[in-house]
């Protein structure tokens, strides 16, 4: 039997195109111009030679009248941007993958073994996901000074996880809390171990939760400035955050267009990545719905 609101889900194609374009279109075409405007202004200052940025008079501001590779030049030439990406990379996915191997013990261990006091155990953690960096890099500093880690990428890669491991932590108990007790009460009549129960059930089972939890920790190490800033000094050692401006900025001079290439370059991991599991992240929520 047809209901009424069936019937106009069915007649919305007869909605006129002009309502639809105001509904819909201008709407998206609006949200996609801010979030993809300011990529748009890295690109034009990078290849803008510095006659057209400043010359506003004579040049259009957001457009290109004679592109250039002098700032993309100067950034890998000139300075060790080479070196901040390879630094940036390696301490990213060192911190990402240690976050993610302790955020899913602790995950499992709150929400699936049902002790006393792991809600509050939960909230713990959480809570420590809202004390701000700006007040935990002065102990931090302290200890990475005493153990002699400083401007190394092992400083980075060894406090990182103290604001990614619990905010993976909280992001995967939601997650694991959506998978049936009863699988894992089946696992262990069979004489499954709990480990055994954590690799090949709850894992797999998990694997969007596992990945969204990666992906946001990857981007937020490879984003982190004030830790950076703190326990590296050197240039070599340095990440692209911090390089890009501390190396890029001399005194009141900003070197703007090699500052757009390193902004512009440093993005493109991120997006590559966001592109590629977004793609998996779809199809591994695909087929847990069709399980």
Same mark, same amino acid.
């Given at each position: 039997?047809?209901?009424?609101d069936?019937?106009?889900v069915g007649?919305?194609?007869?909605?006129? !195109?002009?309502k639809?374009f105001?509904r819909?279109?201008?709407? @998206?075409g %609006?949200i996609i111009?801010f979030? +993809?405007? #300011? $990529?748009?202004?890295?690109?034009?200052?990078?290849?803008?030679?510095?006659a057209?940025m400043y010359?506003?008079?004579?040049?259009?501001?957001?457009?290109?009248?004679h592109p250039t590779?002098e700032h993309?030049k100067?950034?890998?030439?000139d300075t060790?941007?080479?070196?901040?990406?390879?630094n940036?990379v390696i301490?990213?996915?060192?911190?990402?993958f240690i976050s993610l191997f302790?955020?899913?013990?602790?995950a499992?261990a709150?929400e699936r073994?049902?002790y006393?006091?792991?809600r509050?155990?939960?909230?713990a953690?959480f809570?420590g996901y809202l004390v701000p960096?700006?007040i935990?890099?002065?102990p931090?500093a302290a200890?990475? !000074?005493?153990?002699g880690?400083f401007?190394?990428n092992?400083a @980075?890669? %060894?406090?990182?996880?103290?604001? +990614?491991? #619990? $905010?993976?932590?909280?992001?995967?108990m939601?997650?694991?809390r959506?998978?049936?007790?009863?699988?894992e009460?089946?696992?262990?009549?069979d004489?499954a171990t709990?480990?055994q129960?954590l690799?090949?059930?709850?894992l797999?089972l998990s694997l969007?939760?596992v990945?969204?939890a990666?992906?946001?920790a990857f981007?937020?190490?490879?984003n982190?400035f004030?830790?950076?800033?703190?326990?590296?000094?050197?240039s070599?050692?340095?990440?692209?955050p911090?390089?890009a401006?501390?190396?890029l900025?001399?005194?009141?001079?900003?070197h703007?267009g090699?500052l757009?290439?390193?902004a512009?370059?440093g993005?493109v991991?991120?997006?590559i990545?966001?592109?590629?599991f977004?793609e998996?992240y779809?199809?591994?929520?695909?087929g847990?719905?069709?399980?």
């Open positions: 039997m047809t209901t009424v069936d019937q106009s007649m919305d194609y007869l909605e006129s !195109f002009p639809k105001l819909v279109y201008v709407p @998206l %609006l111009f979030l +993809l405007f #300011p $990529f748009y202004w890295m690109a034009v200052t990078t290849f803008k030679p510095d057209e010359d506003y008079e004579k040049y259009n501001p957001f457009l290109i009248a590779l993309i100067k950034l890998f030439v060790d941007y080479p070196l901040w990406m390879w940036t301490v990213s996915v060192s911190s990402t302790a955020s899913v013990c602790a499992y709150i073994l049902r006393t006091g792991s509050y155990v939960g909230l953690i809570l960096p700006s935990l890099f002065i931090l200890i990475v !000074f005493q153990l880690l401007d190394g092992l @980075l890669i %060894l406090t990182y996880p103290t604001f +990614l491991i #619990p $905010f993976c932590t909280w992001l995967l939601g997650y694991f959506t998978i049936p007790y009863e699988l009460e089946c696992a262990l009549i004489g709990r480990l129960i690799v090949k059930i709850t797999p969007p939760g990945i969204s990666g992906i946001f981007t937020l190490s490879w982190e004030i830790y950076a800033l703190t326990f590296i000094s050197s070599e050692n340095k990440t692209i911090v390089g401006i501390t190396e900025v001399n005194g009141d001079v900003y703007w090699a757009m290439a390193a512009l370059t993005s991991p991120v997006v990545l966001y592109s590629f977004v998996y779809v199809s591994a929520m695909t847990a719905v069709k399980e």
